[in-house]
């Protein structure tokens, strides 16, 4: 998703910020130093000829476009054979259309970042991009699925379980919670829906705050629901088998989710802020509402925004719908290694993604921006270095995303997934401001999203 | 209605009171209607004196604080970007060199082929004209991606050229020109022709010189459209060194969906920064561009 | 066409040359792509495409939701072309009106004519920030609870009030040259005849800016059906959601970031012929009023 915090602003702007900072900054410190010193040595044996130079197109802006700046430099510096030139390409959407008209016309990055409504298009389009897992093999760098998290694997992987685009920015839907909103209530964060609407939310109200905002329907109240629930999203095994996919969004579960949620809207128990991710999140922030499901990767900023202490908790899910709940995927984006490139630029690539996977390039990207380690080995390190000691909230959503898994906990792949998510989007909008009704809402949706996947499948000829 | 007229003359005390307190009444619509257009602007200014934390918590402020020089200085001196060269004057230079270029490549082609269709005996005048008036139909936004097949094909992509080509395709500036030059007396062609000029004297020696006001105002016009571009600058750029104000504005509004603090005050400053020229232009040469706005429609 | 014209054979072909060679590579093969491609549908990579005939134009034809945002576009069009004329109008004749100061107050009503839309909008989303926006604190000051991103209607006027806003002042410009380029004569002569102010504006003055007017009417409907990308584009904050917008924004929309190359060409297509009408309509208006003068 697009949350993202950065505790690089942490360390430059909020310096009288609880008094954790400042030993974050030496930290942050030390790793960088590290990890300069760990990757010197892995390359140190590489020869100073011409060195071979590739692009990376991203939609990082901001301070996350500092870090990804920072790891390329890093990289460049941990050798002398490769250089990579990061090119910041605007939003997800701008990015992957820039992307598309370049490779039609020959000029291609090397490297571009997909975001997760933009896979199927990406994937579908056979030829366009060479599987990573198929990359690093070719330049004989080890890899074996089983090192990522489970929630991080299967996303951007193939009906076969081949990974097709590294994930990049991963991070999940969790609940954060205000500590001083939820101790005046005299409530614990909510495990299951069924508790929120009992006790959390009425007694959050009565304490004289708006008890939960989120900030991604699609993302959170849909696409991740399923997976929490274990509950088909699409046919053909979520889209992932490819074909005549139908979506099953219109199923009873989430449509008796939506009904509650206009409820709790109509009781003051929940309040929408429009389509925008900042928008709802910022009344959190701001300490009028209580408790809001955003990102993983909202973490860092969080910390640099808010003045009250916050913490995190799972995602809830109804208990009547299944008492089991699974683990959910992860959202964000991924890098793509494009086609139509030398074997020196290909090769140049696979020793970035290497460069990338490391523990410490993983763990150093985890600290600074708030989302996920895609590695267990980067988890490890994690925890070894105290990091969720001090920040027990980062840590909640890697272990949702190595929950248990189901059989439709992999993700989704739908094709104009960027246009479904906008009708989804759209009629949610009406469901809340009470210009439509769930059935009716629903039944948009499904045979909208029907007719997009059938217009998209005939592009796939 | 400054001229005392007879009516006036007629019943002097009470029409001249009437009119006073008309004229106060103009005064107070045309404050009220400066202040409505201004306003926004005093906002943004006032605003851009704020870290971004404050301004993410308190919105728009009417009075000063205390990181105004800090905003400007990091808007246009901070070296961004990959490469660590991109700061706001360098993205102030391509803005030049995009409104400039823009305007100048407009003018002088629109010029000429206004010429060619107005002042000679050409059996497609008609068609020729035609030609160019129907790309009146299709907004840049609308053929983007064409478009920049046909940037990279030609290999422009990453070139200033290639920013600012694609731009001129609209006719815009051939209608102005056609316009002016169908209202200049024909009997200067004729006088032109008996003193034996030919046709590239005439355009030199006379037309050009004379089309003077017209030339000024389009030039505002069309540098002020190229200044503002947006999405075609974003797309077909991918080398730092040649983003526009407006694509490093955006770039910095684009985080409002993200988590992190966006640099508001920053995207303040360098807006106000990236006003500034086109405004300076517009008010400075204003008496040139009013005449040549009102006359393009003659 | 001139009568007294110059009949040198290759000069008029070389000085076309420049703009047409523009035209036929950055305008008619990017326009004759668009028809091609909207009776397809193809992978965006260039790899799939499948002849779907006119499947993409009946698609458009029967979806409910185009429909809404060609409807939104007429009402956006009409009332943003009507604000920002009339509310020009009425500055213009009062800065017609007053002695002193008329060029100040025409260089105070000049500076928003510089700015980028997509700074416009971001300037919108500030002062319609749904919780400390300047003017959505003024609506509520009148128990509106504006909110801008949730109501549709809410949206729909802070879009408009930015549009307007940005267009005023080249409406303004026209307007007070139209006016000061009415004869003393005339202005004398009305007086006599007409003595309330208001009267005599429609009776005299109106009929004289007619001209200016209609040409105007026309630039400001291409501006608020094309120009106004960059501000609906920015105060959508990158999520279209439930929230209104017009045709152009729709094929961007669907073109740009939804990559469905065929339906949005389909849409290019049916905006450019919408846009030939107009541009016709327009044309035989300038024209007409040539012969006039």
């Known amino acids: 998703m697009r949350a993202n915090g950065s505790l690089v602003a942490l360390n430059k702007r909020c310096a009288n910020l609880n008094g954790r900072d400042q030993r974050l900054n030496n930290r942050s410190m030390e790793m960088k130093l590290l990890k300069i010193a760990a990757t010197g040595l892995v390359f140190a044996a590489t020869s100073a000829s011409a060195q071979t130079e590739i692009t990376w197109w991203h939609a990082m802006g901001g301070q996350l476009g500092e870090t990804v700046n920072q790891i390329a430099e890093d990289f460049n510096a941990s050798q002398s054979d490769y250089k990579i030139t990061p090119v910041f390409k605007g939003s997800y959407e701008e ?12 000029e291609q990055p090397n490297i571009m970042q997909v975001f997760d409504a933009g896979a199927a298009t990406v994937i579908g389009a056979k030829g366009a991009v060479i599987p990573v897992q198929d990359l690093l093999a070719a330049n004989d760098v080890a890899f074996d699925i089983n090192d990522y998290i489970p929630g991080v694997r299967y996303f951007y992987a193939d009906a076969d379980g081949k990974m097709i685009g590294m994930p990049f920015n991963s991070s999940t839907p969790i609940l954060y919670y205000n500590e001083d909103a939820l101790a005046k209530a005299g409530v614990t964060p909510p495990k299951t829906w069924e508790e929120f609407a009992s006790t959390t939310g009425p007694a959050l109200k009565e304490a004289g705050y708006i ?56 009781q003051g128990l929940f309040e929408w802020y429009g389509t925008g ?65 030398s074997d020196e630029e290909n090769k140049a690539t696979a020793e970035f993604f290497n460069f990338l996977t490391s523990p410490e390039v993983q763990y150093g990207w985890h600290k600074e921006t708030g989302y996920v380690p895609i590695t267990e080995a980067a988890y490890e390190v994690a925890k070894k270095d105290g990091h969720y000691d001090e920040f027990p909230a980062a840590e909640v959503g ?23 998510r906008d009708v989804m989007n759209r009629e949610y909008g009406r469901i809340l401001t009470g210009e439509t009704d769930v059935e009716t809402a629903f039944a948009n949706i499904e045979a909208e999203s029907n007719k997009l996947l059938e217009r998209f499948a005939k592009t796939q000829n | ?36 257009m201004l306003m926004p602007l005093v906002y943004a200014f006032v605003t851009a004196s704020y870290d971004p934390v404050t301004i993410h918590r308190e919105g728009l402020a009417l009075t000063f604080g205390d990181q105004l020089g800090t905003n400007f200085e990091k808007a246009l001196l901070e070296k961004g970007g990959f490469t660590k060269t991109v700061d706001g004057m360098v993205m102030l230079k391509n803005s030049f060199i995009l409104g400039i ?41 609308v053929r983007i991606l064409p478009s920049y097949e046909a940037i990279q094909r030609l290999g422009m992509a990453n070139t200033y050229s290639g920013l600012i080509v694609p731009l001129i395709a609209s006719a815009t500036g051939t209608f102005f020109f056609r316009q002016f030059f169908r209202a200049v007396p024909e009997e200067l062609v004729e006088a032109a022709r008996i003193d034996g000029a030919g046709p590239v004297k005439f355009f030199i020696d006379i037309l050009v010189p004379l089309s003077r006001t017209m030339i000024a105002a389009i030039f505002i016009i069309m540098f002020v459209f190229g200044w503002n571009q947006y999405l075609w600058p974003t797309l077909i750029t991918t080398d730092e060194s040649l983003f526009t104000l407006v694509r490093g504005i955006k770039q910095i509004v684009l985080t409002y969906s993200d988590a992190a603090i966006p640099e508001h005050g920053q995207a303040l400053a360098l807006a106000i920064v990236a006003m500034l020229p086109p405004v300076l232009i517009v008010i400075f040469f204003q008496s040139w561009f009013v005449k040549g706005l009102t006359e393009s429609d003659k | 066409m001139k009568r007294a014209g110059f009949t040198n054979p290759w000069l008029p072909i070389l000085l076309l040359v420049p703009q047409l060679s523009i035209i036929v590579v950055f305008f008619y093969w990017p326009a004759a792509w668009a028809i091609q491609s909207s009776f397809y549908l193809q992978d965006p990579f260039g790899f799939g495409s499948t002849f779907v005939g006119a499947e993409n134009y009946t698609d458009i034809a029967q979806s409910v939701e185009y429909r809404k945002v060609a409807w939104f576009t007429v009402y956006f069009t009409a009332i943003v072309t009507f604000l920002s004329l009339s509310i020009a109008l009425l500055l213009a004749v009062k800065a017609d009106n007053v002695l002193r100061g008329a060029k100040t107050y025409r260089t105070l009503l000049m500076w928003v004519y510089a700015i980028a839309p997509p700074v416009a909008g971001f300037l919108g989303i500030m ?8 003017l959505t604190r003024f609506f509520g000051f009148f128990g509106w609870d504006f909110k801008l991103g949730v109501d549709y209607f809410d949206t729909a006027t802070a879009m408009i009030i930015v549009a307007v806003w940005k267009q005023i002042p080249v409406n303004f410009i026209f307007f007070l040259s139209g006016l000061q380029s009415i004869p003393r004569s005339v202005r004398e002569a009305a007086l006599i005849d007409n003595n309330s102010g208001v009267r005599r504006f429609w009776d005299v003055t109106f009929p004289l800016l007619a001209p200016t007017a209609f040409f105007l009417l026309i630039i400001n409907i291409t501006y608020a059906m094309f120009d106004t990308f960059g501000i609906i584009d920015t105060m959508m904050k990158g999520e279209p959601g439930a929230n209104p917008m017009t045709l152009v924004y729709k094929v961007y929309l669907d073109g740009f970031r939804g990559n469905d190359l065929g339906g949005s060409s389909a849409q290019s297509v049916v905006l450019m012929v919408l846009v030939l009408v107009l541009t016709i309509f327009q044309f035989r208006l300038i024209e007409r009023r040539i012969h006039y003068t």
């Open chain 1, 95 to 106: 990015t992957l259309t820039a992307g598309i008209a370049a490779f039609r016309a020959g």
């Open chain 1, 211 to 266: 008890p939960l905002s989120q900030s991604h329907l699609p993302w959170i109240f849909t696409e991740n629901f399923h997976s929490r629930h274990d509950l088909p999203f699409a046919t053909n095994d979520n889209g992932y088998n490819g074909g005549d996919t139908q979506i099953l969004v219109n199923n009873d579960a989430i449509k008796a989710h939506f009904s509650a949620v206009k409820d709790w809207k109509d």
């Open chain 1, 277 to 341: 991710w900042g928008d709802n999140a910022k009344p959190f922030e701001e300490g009028k509402v209580a408790m809001w499901l955003g990102s993983s990767g909202s973490f860092g900023g969080l910390v640099q925004k808010v003045d009250f202490p916050f913490s995190a908790t799972m995602l809830p899910y109804w208990e009547g719908v299944n008492a089991e709940p699974k683990q959910t995927f992860i959202g964000g984006a991924a890098l793509f290694a494009m086609s139509g490139k």
């Open chain 1, 398 to 420: 890697i272990q949702q995303l190595s929950l248990p898994a189901g059989d439709n906990t992999k993700g989704y792949r739908m094709g104009f997934y960027v246009q479904i």
């Open chain 2, 1 to 36: 209605m400054a001229d005392l007229t007879q009516t006036q003359i007629a019943q002097p005390t009470p029409t001249r009171l009437r009119f006073k307190w008309s004229a106060v009444f103009d005064h107070l619509v045309l404050i009220a209607g400066s202040l409505l």
């Open chain 2, 101 to 141: 270029g823009f305007a100048v490549g407009k003018i002088i082609i629109s010029m000429m082929a206004a010429y060619a269709i107005v002042y000679f005996r050409l059996r497609f005048a008609t068609f020729a004209f035609w030609i160019i008036f129907t790309t009146l139909l299709l907004p840049l936004e």
């Open chain 3, 127 to 134: 002062f319609f920030d749904q919780s400390h926006g300047p």
